[in-house]
C-alpha cells in the first residue's frame, strides 16, 4: 500500500512552492513521486513543429514524496501517516490526530 493516493491533500514542505495546499492528481509508485493538481509548475520553451506551434508553456511536474505530507483540514497542520489494521483491512491513519484517511 502506497503513502500517497489520488485525491489526498498534502502541502510542500520544501522548494519554490513551499507551504502550498494541493491535491494529488496522479501516483508514480516506482519513482515515488506524485504530480499535483494547480502547483509545482515549470516553465518549457517549445519549438513549432507541423503539428503545433511553439512557444512558452507552462507545464506540470513531479515532485518526490520526501518533498510532502499529507494535510490536516481539521487541525490545519501536516502530519506524518501510519498504517494499522481494522476489521482485518490495512488503512492509512494520520499520526497527529490518528484520524483515517
Sequence with gaps: MNKFKKDDKIIII????KGKISNIAKVYPKSQSV???????????LKPNQQSQ?????????ISW?????YDEKNKKSSRIKFSTKDSKKIRVLKSTNASI
Design 35 to 45: 504530480i499535483l493538481d494547480n502547483c509545482h509548475f515549470v516553465t518549457k520553451h
Design 66 to 70: 520526501s518533498k510532502i505530507m499529507h
Design 14 to 17: 520544501s522548494g519554490k512552492d
Design 54 to 62: 511553439g512557444g512558452i508553456k507552462q507545464l506540470s511536474k513531479q
